[in-house]
């Protein structure tokens, strides 16, 4: 299985100011189809996950310009611009390169 | 608009059964591959399987596949999750997802 692993498992940021996230696979994520299968997702408390990127740096729907994601085929950062206080929860990276599916173990936001 | 809502969670022994559904609106469920993942308490997310939008083929995690079965019926656009032998570990949060849409949850407490 491809174990994704987080880091820092929690940061605490003042609004306004930037966070950034790990993501380490331990395999590349890169498909034979030139596509990297790395997404991030953010569960806000008492709330269900929902999808911030795709594709390793593609912005969801809906996704404020504040998040972005970058990486090679395997380390990955997601970095939150401008933290606002909707920006609190856990952020999760997965993959959906081959099966099983992963996820890391998440890492927790909060504002200062 | 994209629904997911699932039910039948609950209470129950170790060593039991129970089945978990999930209604679908808001799209052709039939058109779709579906999933189930859980989240544990300590926020442990894990896939435990999907299916193929007619039902054809599933994919499961090894550590759940000799005891959790996926299915659906398209003419209800409902997703099942049947869980036998359940152990106190597999208490936890249950969603059903469609790609990276997900439903709200629905809670499994494994005691006796």
């Known amino acids: 299985d491809i174990v994704l692993t987080q880091a820092p498992l929690s940061v605490s940021v003042t609004p306004g100011e930037s966070a950034s996230i790990s993501c380490r696979s331990s395999?590349?994520?890169?498909?034979?189809?030139?596509?990297?299968?790395l997404y991030w997702y953010l569960q806000r408390p008492g709330k269900s996950p929902q999808l911030l990127i795709y594709?390793?740096?593609n912005l969801a729907s809906g996704v404020p310009d504040r998040f972005s994601s970058s990486g090679s085929e395997t380390d990955f950062t997601l970095k939150i611009s401008k933290v606002e206080t909707e920006d609190v929860g856990v952020y999760y990276c997965?993959?959906?390169?081959?099966?099983?599916?992963?996820f890391g173990g998440g890492t927790k936001l909060e504002l200062k | 608009e994209v629904q997911l809502v699932e039910s039948g969670g609950g209470l129950v022994q170790p060593g039991a059964s129970l089945k978990l559904s999930c209604v679908a609106s808001g799209f052709t469920f039939s058109d779709y591959w579906m999933s189930w993942v859980r989240q544990t308490p300590g926020k442990t997310m894990e896939w435990i399987g999907d299916?193929?939008?007619?039902?054809?083929?599933?994919n499961y995690a090894p550590s759940l596949k000799n005891r959790f079965t996926i299915s659906r019926d398209n003419a209800k656009s409902t997703l099942y999750l049947q869980m036998s032998n359940v152990r106190s570990e597999d208490t936890a949060t249950y969603y059903c997802?469609?790609?990276?849409?997900w439903g709200q949850g629905v809670m499994v407490t494994v005691s006796s």
């Open positions: 997802t469609r790609g990276h849409q």
């Open positions: 594709q390793m740096s």
């Open positions: 395999k590349s994520l890169l498909s034979s189809k030139g596509i990297t299968s």
């Open positions: 997965g993959h959906r390169l081959e099966y099983p599916r992963t």
């Open positions: 299916i193929k939008y007619d039902g054809s083929y599933t």
